[in-house]
């Protein structure tokens, strides 16, 4: 017995009527398009990654500006605070 109960000579019975049902130019197709879709969709993954990364680099990038502002602020406030 195979995975879930399905033995491997049931799995080829199965494979024997799909091919004749359909023929080996549709499932070359729908193998294709299969092939096709998985591509896309690995493509639209990785420029999702590329766009949140650099999201959070500029998120960085106006956190560290904003920092140096506040800091720099500070500094002013300081400095009129000690002058008489």
């Known amino acids: ?3 879930g109960g399905i033995s491997p000579w ?3 019975l199965i494979l024997a009527i799909v091919l004749l049902l359909f ?4 499932l070359r197709n729908v193998g294709t398009d299969l ?3 998985l591509k896309g969709f690995k493509s639209a993954m990785k ?3 590329k766009e949140a990364n650099e999201a959070k680099e500029s998120i960085e990038e106006v ?5 140096e502002q506040v800091d720099d602020a500070e500094g002013e406030k ?5 002058k008489p």
């Not at 300081?78 to 000690?82: P, Q, V």
């Open 1 to 3: 017995m195979g995975p």
């Open 10 to 12: 049931s799995l080829l």
């Open 23 to 26: 023929g080996t130019k549709k």
């Open 35 to 37: 092939g096709g879709a």
């Open 47 to 49: 420029d999702g990654e």
């Open 63 to 67: 956190t560290t500006e904003h920092r």
């Open 78 to 82: 300081k400095t009129n605070n000690e």
